[in-house]
């Protein structure tokens, strides 16, 4: 084991929460290793004189600082800014999943083959929809001719019956 990696484990050890692997593997290299042993020895010191620290009274200055700082986040919150953290944002990641699905789905059917075929095979029932409802609208416009013709020869042999009286008189 090197020694940045065992330095990271003192924390650990100092407090009796390494596991028993990683204990034996410290206390090993702790063995053959002065630095580490001395820095580990400084390290148990000096968590014993935490007791008698003095406890230090911040400025006044720092105090109202540290107060203001949930009032500037708030001010900050309210501006709407579209930088990249909004973008990435947990709220904003379905309309990004969802645009690249819809991505992936237009660059299938343009770029591949299968796609391609798809597309002319729906391009051609597009056109055949389109060409019969053509036709519906001629077969409908012959009907209303053809009852618009009934409706005149209807009527003009009622006036020829004097039955009924058109309001062109």
Not at 121 to 138: G, I, M
């Amino acid at each position: 084991m090197n020694c940045d990696r065992i330095q990271l484990l003192f924390s650990a050890y100092l407090e009796g929460e390494l596991q028993p692997e990683a204990k034996k593997e410290l206390e090993d290299h702790l063995a053959v290793c002065p630095d580490c042993a001395r820095l580990l020895e400084a390290t148990r010191n000096l968590a014993s004189e935490w007791p008698n620290l003095p406890e230090i009274e911040p400025p006044a200055s720092l105090i109202q600082k540290l107060y203001m700082i949930p009032e500037t986040a708030s001010g900050r919150q309210k501006t709407w800014s579209f930088g990249w953290r909004f973008w990435l944002s947990p709220a904003f990641q379905p309309v990004l999943t969802s645009v690249t699905v819809v991505l992936v789905v237009v660059s299938l059917l343009t770029f591949t083959t299968p796609g391609r075929s798809l597309k002319k095979s729906a391009a051609l029932e597009l056109r055949r929809t389109y060409s019969l409802a053509q036709k519906t609208l001629v077969r409908v416009g012959v009907l209303k001719d053809k009852l618009q013709g009934y409706r005149e020869n209807f009527i003009a042999s009622l006036e020829a019956k004097n039955i009924y009286k058109s309001d062109k008189d």
